[in-house]
Nanobody
Framework: QVQLVESGGGLVQAGGSLRLSCTASGRTFTTYTMGWFRQAPGKEREFAAGIAWSGGRTFYADSVKGRFTISRDNAKNTVYLQMNSLKPEDTAVYYC?????????????????WGQGTQVTVSS
């Protein structure tokens, strides 16, 4: 069993930055593919970014490419999402997700474990 705890959300003005963190319990973090998803009110959960277990490959939704950066520190069992040049349309609850092994990162159903979410609000 893996537990994921997100932090770092908050209220920021358009153009600002936030860094989200997701810390995982368990000793096998290094074998997990990690993803960040987001869900705005009235919308489906959508993929934002993903990172392979080795950290060598990263993936981004077109809507965040060039503005968001996903990274991981396996020694700390933590994955990060650095969000720059934030826009009001980035407002959502952001969720961290995990799955052992290699998966198609963009599909929510591929993940076994989810965090509780952290709210990001970008004001115009």
């Amino acid at each position: 069993q893996v537990q994921l705890v997100e932090s770092g959300g908050g209220l920021v003005q358009a153009g600002g930055s936030l860094r989200l963190s997701c810390t995982a319990s368990g000793r096998t973090f290094t074998t997990y593919t990690m993803g960040w998803f987001r869900q705005a009110p009235g919308k489906e959960r959508e993929f934002a970014a993903g990172i392979a277990w080795s950290g060598g490959r990263t993936f981004y939704a077109d809507s965040v490419k060039g503005r968001f950066t996903i990274s991981r520190d396996n020694a700390k069992n933590t994955v990060y999402l650095q969000m720059n040049s934030l826009k009001p349309e980035d407002t959502a609850v952001y969720y961290c997700a995990a799955r052992a092994g290699r998966i198609q990162v963009v599909i929510p159903a591929n993940y076994d474990y989810w965090g509780q979410g952290t709210q990001v609000t970008v004001s115009s």
